[in-house]
């Protein structure tokens, strides 16, 4: 059996984001740039420790932001947000100035990136970093249909995997496209009778991958069962797989890790207050339920986002985590960022440093671990007393101090 070490980040920050501090958990504050009136971090991808690309969006001053809304489709003062971590801080990286949104990154080495998002009026795009600068890739023509890409796998500048959506004739199905480093190509997916959307994937090689997400009707039902969506790529064609989340407790998968095609972590938003792992052996999905006696994981709405493997005996995951003052209760505590390990037989949290003067909305979105004691978690916090709900950007790094 193999043993399974791994921290799970719980995004819920107080706090201006003020100098580095860490406490016993391992984890540090480390300041970040911001794009514009609202700025936030979707995905981060790290080849080195010293090496991480982080991928966002931010607000143009005066104008409407899908940020300021709570999400959604692109807005008309979207502008994408890339952001360099070379060791010693973040500094941003020049991208596209329309109404796009990043949502996913995924680097095979310091000068070979791609990022991948939705632009205004919602349609995919990819953008390429050859360690210079950022540039437009084109895409297939997808015939003006609603699409987007939310995730992207790298294992070599040549191969990388993109998965999102997109609507054939009111019928959200999987989308997954293919670089062969010359050209974009879309790859045949199967859809769910109900439909579908892919959120997460991860290559362990050019003949293996593994992308998860959602049916159709789980994408807008908080209390939806068994709608978790799971495919596979042998190197010929894709496949769905059974998941191993309960069907009464499953909303969707939202993140995918894999080390080798017998070894994945995957993460899912399972519509209630617990929290939920799979695990990948090579044969089959198995449940980790994740327990917590803490007030502001029992009493919110967290939900995994984001897996990050780098090694099959360590994962960290991370956690976006809603205050649930909407949903009929208050939570019981001052919620803080929150850090769970997995030691390869129980789950153990604790708290994170916190920002000064956040308001308890925040999130973690991504994580990256290019060694098995060094991550990068990114997400947004929005400031306490803003008169429109701009966000920062919060970001944290874990040493693999215990």
């Not at 437009?136 to 987007?148: A, D, E, K, R």
């Not at 790859?187 to 579908?196: C, E």
């Not at 992308?211 to 789980?218: H, I, L, P, T, W």
């Not at 920002?355 to 997400?379: E, F, Y």
Request: aromatic share 6%.
């Amino acid at each position: 059996m193999t043993r399974i070490v791994g921290v799970i980040v719980l995004g819920l920050v107080v706090g201006v984001l003020g100098a580095p501090a860490a406490l016993a958990s391992g984890w540090a504050l480390e300041p970040s740039p911001n794009g514009g009136a609202s700025s936030g971090l979707a995905a981060v991808s790290c080849v080195t420790s010293t090496a991480c690309f982080a991928v966002g969006s931010s607000c143009a001053p005066m104008t409407e932001c899908s940020l300021d809304v709570g999400g959604g489709d692109p807005r008309v003062g979207d502008r994408p947000l890339a952001e360099r971590w070379n060791g010693r801080g973040w500094s941003i990286q020049p991208s596209r100035t329309v109404h796009d949104d990043l949502t996913g990154v995924s680097c095979s080495s310091q000068t070979a990136c791609i990022a991948v998002g939705r632009s205004s009026p919602t349609a995919e795009f990819a953008e390429r970093w050859n360690g210079i600068k950022w540039s437009l890739q084109p895409t297939p023509s997808l015939g003006g249909v609603q699409s987007s890409l939310n995730a992207v796998s790298c294992v070599a500048p040549t191969a990388c995997t993109a998965v999102g959506s997109r609507d054939l004739r009111g019928l959200w199905s999987p989308l997954v496209e293919r670089w062969n480093g010359k050209r974009w190509s879309i790859q045949p997916t199967p859809t769910p009778g109900s439909g579908g959307g892919l959120l997460g994937v991860s290559c362990s090689s050019t003949r293996s991958c593994t992308a998860v997400g959602a049916r159709s009707e789980c994408l807008s039902t908080p209390s939806c069962a068994g709608g978790d969506l799971i495919e596979s790529w042998n190197g010929n064609r894709w496949s769905m797989e059974p998941s191993a989340n309960p069907a009464v407790q499953t909303q969707y998968l939202t993140g995918v890790s894999c080390v080798s095609p017998t070894a994945c972590a995957a993460v899912a938003a399972t519509g209630g207050t617990s929290l939920l792992a799979e695990r990948w052996n090579g044969t089959s999905w198995s449940s980790e339920p994740i327990t917590t006696s803490l007030p502001e994981v029992r009493d919110s709405l967290p939900y995994l986002t984001g897996m990050s493997c780098a090694s099959a005996s360590a994962r960290t995951a991370t956690i976006a985590h809603f205050s649930c003052g909407e949903c009929g209760f208050v939570p019981q505590a001052t919620p803080t960022p929150i850090v769970a390990r997995w030691d390869g037989a129980t789950w153990s949290i604790r708290h994170l440093p916190t920002p000064l003067k956040a308001q308890p909305d925040s999130a973690l979105n991504g994580v990256s671990c290019p060694t098995t004691t060094t991550c990068m978690a990114v997400g947004m916090y929005p400031p306490v007393g803003s008169i429109r709900p701009r966000t920062l950007v919060e970001v944290e790094r874990w040493t693999g101090s215990k």
